[in-house]
């Protein structure tokens, strides 16, 4: 059971305006019972938390800025947010705190170099995951029987292809 008295004591309030005190206590309370049921029916849970330092943070959404190709990624809620590091870090070392169990642990990535941490991140889950040799079965693959069909669209057909100069 969720110990609301450190919680109160956290300081965790809304940060974003997203769920009220109530609402995050509930899932706090909720999620490790949840997630007891997932594994006890036989699902693997992993949980990544991708860490990354504010400085980071500030150069990946600079670059956002700056990048027609990557402009997309950048919201309002990232530049909202830019001033709720430390509340956000504070929220996450409650949830951490509340849903980093036996059975449903947390695993931190640092992902500061994102290259790196997708690498260690893929390593990790690799490692976890059972080593199941299943041979394929034999599949019988007879002739087709005829020359293969062309496709035919009579109510829309496909766009022309691009050309490529």
């Known amino acids: 059971m969720f110990d609301r008295s450190w919680y109160n004591r956290a300081g965790v309030e809304k940060v974003m305006g997203f769920a009220s005190n109530e609402e995050v206590a509930r899932f706090l309370n909720e999620a490790p019972c949840f997630e007891r049921m997932l594994v006890d ?8 938390w991708l860490a990354t330092d504010q400085d980071r943070q500030e150069e990946r959404l600079a670059e956002r800025l700056e990048d027609p190709l990557k402009r997309w990624k950048l919201s309002p809620m990232d530049l909202a947010a830019r001033e709720k590091y430390a509340e956000y870090s504070d929220a996450r070392e409650t949830m951490l705190r509340a849903t980093h169990t036996d059975h449903a ?9 994102q290259k790196r941490g997708r690498l260690t991140l893929i390593r990790d889950l690799l490692d976890r995951l059972p080593n199941y040799d299943i041979a394929p079965p034999d599949i019988v693959f007879p002739p087709l029987g005829h020359e293969p069909l062309v496709e035919e669209y009579r109510v829309v057909a496909p766009l022309k292809d691009y050309v490529v100069e």
């Open 41 to 48: 029916d036989g699902i693997l849970l992993f949980k990544y």
């Open 105 to 113: 642990p947390w695993t931190l990535v640092n992902f500061n170099d």
